[in-house]
C-alpha cells in the first residue's frame, strides 16, 4: 500500500539493491491505472532465472579449491583456487 499516489497510468517494475545474485524476473514490468481508488495488481513478478556466486571453505575459513558443485546430481562447477564459484543462469522449476 502507497498511500498518496495521484490519479493516472504507472509502470510497476520489480527491482533488487545491493543484491550479490543476478535474477531474471518476468514480466518486465506492469502497467496500472490508479483512478479514485486501492488498485490490486492481478499479475505478479516471478523470478525465472538466477545466477549464483559462493565460496567453499574450510572450518578455519581458508578456501578450498576443486569442490563440484552440483544441481539434481548433476556437475555444474567447481570451486577456484580460492574456493569461489559462479553458477550462471540457474533456472526455476516454474519455467520448466
Do not use: C, H, W
Not at 29 to 38: E, K, W
Not at 73 to 90: C, F, I, P, R, W
Amino acid at each position: 500500500m502507497i498511500p498518496g499516489i495521484p490519479s493516472g497510468g504507472y509502470k510497476v517494475v520489480a527491482v533488487f539493491f545491493n543484491n550479490p545474485r543476478d535474477f531474471t524476473i518476468k514480466p518486465n514490468s506492469i502497467d496500472v491505472t490508479v483512478l479514485n481508488s486501492n488498485v490490486t495488481l492481478t499479475e505478479q513478478f516471478t523470478v525465472t532465472e538466477f545466477s549464483i556466486k559462493g565460496r567453499v571453505l574450510s572450518p578455519k575459513k581458508i578456501g578450498i579449491k576443486d569442490v563440484r558443485i552440483k544441481i539434481d546430481a548433476k556437475e555444474q562447477t567447481k570451486s577456484d583456487a580460492n574456493g569461489e564459484y559462479y553458477l550462471g543462469t540457474v533456472i526455476t522449476p516454474f519455467d520448466l
